[in-house]
């Protein structure tokens, strides 16, 4: 199994910054499709940003667009999330996960979850 940790997260101010990590081990990173996911309070689990196995392509959901970059150390066994101009529609509970196959990057299945980091946002 890869086990995933996210660290990272804080109380922040809008505008601000904020670089999220994720530690994976139990496996090699670059066997996997690395994504962050965010959820808020009563809402539903959605996609922020996926990154594919050596970095060649990214994809991001359009409200973090611009604003948001994520990025990989497979040597480190290393995922980051850089957040900037943040948002207090960004407060949420951001998790890492990886996926085994193509199927992460198309369908967003991933098959190993962290158990998230608090990003809280206030004006």
């Known amino acids: 199994q890869v086990l995933l940790e996210e660290s990272g997260g804080g109380l922040v101010q809008a505008g601000d910054s904020l670089t999220l990590s994720c530690a994976a081990s139990?496996?090699?990173?670059?066997?996997?499709?690395m994504g962050w996911f965010r959820q808020a309070p009563g809402k539903e689990r959605e996609f922020v940003a996926a990154?594919?196995?050596?970095?060649?392509?990214?994809n991001y959901e359009d409200s973090v667009r611009g604003r948001f970059t994520i990025s990989r150390d497979n040597a480190k066994n290393m995922v980051y999330l850089q957040m900037n101009s943040l948002k207090p529609e960004d407060t949420a509970v951001y998790t890492c996960a990886a996926g085994a196959s193509a199927r992460a990057w198309s369908t967003n299945e991933y098959e190993h979850w962290g158990q998230g980091t608090q990003v809280t946002v206030v004006f």
């Open positions: 139990g496996g090699i990173l670059s066997r996997y499709i």
């Open positions: 990154i594919n196995w050596y970095a060649y392509n990214s």
